[in-house]
Each structure stands twice: as C-alpha cells, then as structure tokens.
C-alpha cells in the first residue's frame, strides 16, 4: 500500500508515499529502471512535493522526459491524473469551464411545453393537430424536438387570420411566445464545469503541461496554488469559483489529495511570454 523510494545506501532511509490506489499494471515499475539518474533525483522531488502537499514545477529542456516522469509517477502510485497541455489558444476556460448548449428537454423546459400544449387546446384547429401523433406526440417529451415544435409554430402561423378572429388570442399568443422562448438557444445554455475544477473538488492530480506556451493569464491564475495555503480565484466568474483549502462551502474546498505539477521549459519562451519570477 505504499511506495519506498530510497535516497541513499541505507535501505531503511527513504520515502514512504501512500498509494492512491492500486496499479493497474504493476509492470509500471519496471519502466524505473530505464531512468537516467537526473530523472530519478526529480522522481525523488516529486515525491518530497507530494509528502509536503505542495505543487511543484519541473523545468528542463524539450524532450528532458518532464511529462513523462510524471505521468510514471502517476501511474505507479494509482492516481488520476488530468493532463492540459498549454499552447497560444490555452484560456481561462481551461480552468473555469465554459457555457454549453444544452439539447436535452430539462423538467422546466417540459413543463413549459405542457403548459403551452395545454393553452394551445382551446382552439379547435390546434387541438386537432395536437390530437394527431404523428404531427407531435405531446404524450411523449422526447418527441419534442425543435423541429416537430417549429412545425407546429409553421401550422399555428397558417391559420393566424383565424385565430386573429377568435376569443382565445391573446392565451393562444402567450402559448406560442413560451414555447419559442423555451426553445431559444440562448436559454439553453448552461455551465460545464472543467475537468480543473473537477480535479480540485475530487482530489484528482493535474499536469500542466508547457506553461510557458500559454497566455500569461494562466500562470497568474495558477500561481496562488503553488503556495503555502493554495487557492483559485476565477472572479471573472463569479463567487462560486473561489477555492480553497479552508472554504466553509464543501463544493468550493480544495480535495487534500489534489496535487498540480507544472512543466516548464524557458529555452521556448519568448521574451514577451516571461513568467513572473514570483511564480
């Protein structure tokens, strides 16, 4: 259940790192032996990071074997590791998540749509074509796709002189402005959370793979997880993205088996993409 690496002759003189969980494959260990002794030493630093419950950056040269000793060390100790590798496109998104559309009928969206069928019933011309199953089967909310529900604005449209005429007008006009308001896309958007913030929340590990090839907003944003008491603030999104170790919110509290590493390579870097020595 725990990993000893030894850091001199002495075979009791070492570090004990608890597994994560058990390897998948334990042949893992075999791919140790083919280390050059600069990359044992950093294995040894990953291990001292991890016991401290500190992030850590590893910096070398292209090729220098940075991702891969610790995706090994990952791999070894059974944890989960989510790997961001960095380029010019690399944004905030990255860490906070982003809107996404969503094209499933949520329980508000099919109360909507019941509520407007129901309106909609008053007129016998509607009521007719929401008889018929295979116009719309108002039975069925999985049949409510946006293109049976422009169908049935199409046909509602038609007979609009009819209606325009009829003492139900003013409910059948509510009935039509909720259905195009539920199916607005702009309704439908909702937030997916990172696999970041995932990982902070879950106490999963995160690879930062070649910072120095992302936008400097990244490094300043994860700079405050590399101290001592590590939190994020993505106040561009808002209050709930504030973690920490010691929140009081349990949702928005920093997993004590998270662990971030960074590679770094400065021989890539540009001049205008210097990271703050602070960091």
């Given at each position: 259940?725990?990993?000893f ?6 075979d009791?003189?070492g570090l004990?790192?608890?597994?994560i969980s058990?390897p ?6 075999v791919d140790l032996?083919s280390l050059t ?8 630093f ?6 401290s ?5 590893v910096?070398?040269?292209t090729?220098?074997?940075k ?5 090994l060390f990952?791999k070894i100790?059974?944890?989960?590791l989510?790997?961001?590798?960095m380029n010019?496109?690399s944004n905030?998104s990255?860490?906070?998540g982003?809107?996404?559309l969503?094209?499933s009928i949520s329980?508000?969206?099919q109360?909507n749509?019941?509520?407007a069928?129901?309106?909609l ?10 008889s018929?199953?295979k ?5 069925n909310?999985?049949?409510w796709?946006p293109?049976?529900?422009k ?13 325009k005429?009829s003492?139900y007008?003013?409910e059948?006009e509510n009935?039509?402005q909720?259905?195009k308001?539920?199916?607005?896309p702009v ?11 995932h990982?902070i929340?879950?106490?999963e590990?995160?690879l ?5 090839s992302?936008?400097?907003v990244i490094a300043?944003k ?6 001592e ?5 993505l106040?561009?999104?808002?209050p709930k993205?504030y973690?920490s ?6 949702e928005?509290r ?5 662990q971030?590493f960074?590679?770094?390579?400065p021989n890539?870097?540009k ?9």
């Open positions: 259940s725990n990993l690496i030894r850091i001199s002759n002495d009791t003189n004990l790192i608890p597994l058990t998948k494959n334990i042949d893992v260990l032996d002794l600069p990359q044992k030493h950093c294995l040894i990953l291990g001292c990071s991890l016991l419950k500190r992030s850590c950056v910096q070398g040269d090729a220098s074997g991702s891969h000793l610790i995706r990952a100790l059974g944890a989960k989510n790997v961001f590798q010019s496109d905030i990255m860490l906070a982003q809107s996404v969503n094209n329980q508000k969206d109360e749509f019941k509520k069928f129901t309106d019933k008053v007129d016998d011309s509607i009521r007719k074509y929401l018929n199953p116009n719309i089967d108002i039975s909310p999985k049949s796709t293109k049976e529900l169908k049935l604005l199409e046909f509602i449209q038609s007979i609009e002189i009819d209606i005429c003492k007008c003013s059948i009935a039509v909720l259905i308001e539920t199916m607005n309704n439908r958007f909702e937030h997916q959370e990172s696999a970041f913030i990982a929340r879950k106490g590990w995160v930062i793979d070649g910072i120095e992302a936008p400097s300043e994860i700079s405050s997880l590399c101290g008491k590590p939190e994020l603030n106040y561009e999104y808002g993205f973690f170790k010691d929140n009081i919110k349990p928005n920093i997993h004590d088996n998270f971030l960074i590679t770094y390579n890539y870097m001049e205008s993409q210097m990271i703050d020595q602070t960091f």
